[in-house]
């Protein structure tokens, strides 16, 4: 029997000399004959050069495979270098890398060869291992978990009740829990030592004040732990609020309906949902308190307490031959302690999915009925403990003539007032030096975020995502690791022109360049991302030159998102201390720095009467931008997201 693979091996060779000698079929498949002519010059110089892509041909198992290229030349298309997006500017790519180096990448890498150098030399297990290191260590980690847990508490009580309940004033009662995260820690801390204790002039004024001899009870790390929860509440608030109001409502809708009752659904479909934002804000409360230096300031040096960040503080106010190798240690030591902190959110988010099928809706997914005003209730009351009283007694502090006097109004003065405006030199000066590098901050990173933003919003892939990464990174690190990065990277003069940064204005300028880029993109990349392309790409095709698109084009239509990156900046670089308590020189304070100097000298009138001002400043400036949130981009404000 022949073989089947040669008769049909021959029967293709017959149809292939079918197909050229002749044949019905081949007559009918054939083009029709075309006479050659002679191409225009025009076309010819054009085509000159041009390459022709590989013929095909069928072998013999009928697989069209391209031909061999014959010659030097080849028939094959070469390959074309990979060019930027049309329209992006040569220059655009370099600007930005070059910003990202110097403002994240070259501190960090500081940073993180002073602690590998620490390692190697073993200083590391010696420093870890001293008794006040290992103390700070406990405290740190002690204060952190017990801030979370208050953190926690307060945050999802208001997450759950503002995004799953029928309660009124949503908006309000959003803007008002968001206040804690936007005062200064160290004014938060001073607030609550004026309402606490037996000198408070507000609760003496009320007749509630304790015995004289009392101890302070804020002086103590349940005191610190408490304090860190109430400031980073919102965060959790945050990171819930947003879960909560994308939650299906036809889930919870299906179950009532199935017979389940509020609880059963609260715990069996509502909890569940939750579990990523709960797990996620704990974690970053837990690292905002590992980092935060405000708080531990005020209520624990006089109290004896130590945590990392105000260990690294008294080590450079003591300052020796190895300081800078022991504050790179503790650094690094903090952000190791952080980056497990995230690490384990995402072990713990890892084994979690939970899809949401349905719709979302503002609906409220639980009436309250006769309960709302209970609700309602209790939602006033916890504010009033966490953010009126403590404020009031601020008030008061600032008004009496010196701690522990009873207001009234034979004690009431203005004096304290006028004091830190007209008379104190060291208040005028930290004024004045916070407004420039606040302004300076909010005003001189749009040159950067508004290019930023638009090339990641245009570029796509992996060296995107990596400028972004490394933009984020300054921020999520706790700003006491970043003031020490800086101060290893300029202590030294600079390699050309010779002259050093560290004690200069300068060097906290670029700390806050550094620590709130990631601010000012945000808010910019939002409305990049919700612009039509099309806008710019008629402009581009019009031809008009990168510049003239974004003036003409672009940054009209960004305005509003820019402007609200500028207040938000302004907001927090104003009230900042973290980073500035490590920079700060003689000449150079903050108004984060003074109010932390006068209360360490004993001046509390003046240090409330200051923080009263900068808590203004701080409700005007939120106040401005709800005014604008119309014409902002969606999820800018914080408590509107």
């Known amino acids: 029997m022949p073989d089947p693979s040669r008769l049909l091996s021959k029967a293709r060779r017959f149809g292939r000399l079918r197909f050229l000698f002749g044949g019905e079929e081949a007559a009918e498949s054939r083009p029709p004959q075309m006479t050659s002519g002679k191409l225009p010059a025009a076309l010819t110089r054009t085509l000159r050069g041009v390459e022709l892509p590989p013929v095909p041909h069928a072998t013999e198992d009928g697989i069209l495979k ?42 960090l890498a500081r940073l993180a060869g002073a602690g590998v150098s620490g390692l190697v030399d073993g200083e590391a297990a010696r420093l870890v291992f001293e008794a006040a290191t290992f103390a700070a260590l406990r405290n740190t980690l002690l204060t952190a978990a017990g801030g979370m847990v208050v953190s926690l508490l307060f945050g999802s009580l208001f997450a759950f009740a503002l995004a799953l309940t029928d309660i009124r004033g949503k908006l309000a009662l959003s803007f008002a829990f968001m206040l804690p995260m936007m005062i200064p820690p160290q004014v938060t801390a001073l607030a609550w030592v004026e309402m606490s204790g037996p000198a408070s002039p507000l609760l003496k004024t009320l007749g509630l004040a304790p015995p004289l001899g009392s101890p302070q009870p804020l002086y103590s790390l ?97 300052f020796g031959a190895a300081t800078f190798g022991e504050i790179a240690l503790i650094s690094t030591l903090i952000a190791a302690i952080s980056a497990a902190g995230l690490l384990v959110q995402q072990r713990a988010l890892a084994g979690r999915d939970y899809r949401l099928i349905g719709h979302s809706g503002a609906r409220a997914a639980f009436s309250l009925g006769r309960f709302r005003i209970a609700v309602e209730a209790l939602l006033l009351i916890v504010l009033a403990l966490v953010l009126v009283a403590p404020l009031l007694a601020l008030v008061a502090s600032s008004l009496v003539p010196a701690y522990g006097v009873p207001l009234s109004f034979n004690t009431m003065s203005l004096s304290a007032y006028a004091e830190i405006l007209f008379r104190q030199s060291i208040t005028l000066t930290a004024l004045k030096n916070s407004l420039f590098l606040a302004s300076a901050a909010a005003l001189g990173l749009l040159l950067v975020t508004v290019p930023a933003a638009y090339l990641l919003t245009r570029r796509k892939g992996a060296l995107a995502n990596l400028v972004a990464i490394l933009i984020e990174i300054p921020y999520a690190l706790p700003g006491i690791v970043l003031a020490v990065a800086f101060i290893l990277t300029f202590a030294a003069p600079l390699p050309v022109v010779g002259v050093s940064l560290y004690g200069t204005i300068w060097i906290i300028l670029a700390a806050y360049f550094s620590s709130f880029l990631a601010v000012s993109l945000k808010p910019v990349m939002s409305a990049f991302a919700q612009m039509d392309p099309a806008l710019e790409e008629a402009a581009r095709l019009a031809g008009a030159g990168f ?51 006068l209360d360490d000298s004993g001046s509390s009138d003046l240090a409330s009467a200051l923080s009263v001002l900068i808590v203004l400043l701080v409700i005007a400036l939120m106040a401005a931008l709800e005014f604008f949130a119309k014409y902002l981009p969606e999820g800018v404000l914080p408590w509107r997201n």
């Open 222 to 318: 349940s005191g610190i732990a408490l304090l860190l929860g109430v400031q980073h509440a919102p965060l959790v608030f945050l990171a819930l609020k947003a879960g909560l109001a994308a939650s299906p409502r036809d889930g919870i809708e299906a179950a009532r309906l199935s017979g389940a009752g509020p609880f059963r659904v609260f715990r069996d479909i509502v909890v569940p949902l939750s579990a990523p934002g709960l797990i996620a804000g704990g974690a970053i409360a837990f690292v905002s308190g590992i980092g935060n230096f405000g708080i531990p300031a005020i209520l624990g040096i006089p109290a004896g307490i130590e945590t990392l960040p105000t260990l690294i503080f008294s080590r450079l106010a003591s």
């Open 66 to 107: 391209a031909r061999p290229p014959r010659g030097r030349e080849g028939l094959g298309f070469r390959p074309r270098k990979r060019r930027a997006p049309s329209g992006e500017p040569a220059w655009l790519l370099p600007f930005i890398l070059g910003a990202v180096l110097l403002l994240s990448v070259l501190p």
């Open 547 to 597: 510049f003239r698109r974004m003036r003409d084009v672009l940054l009209p239509l960004i305005a509003p998102a820019a402007g609200a990156s500028v207040i938000l900046v302004f907001l927090i670089a104003a009230n900042e201390l973290t980073v500035s308590a490590l920079l700060w020189s003689a000449g150079t304070q903050t108004l984060g720095v003074a109010i932390f100097n």
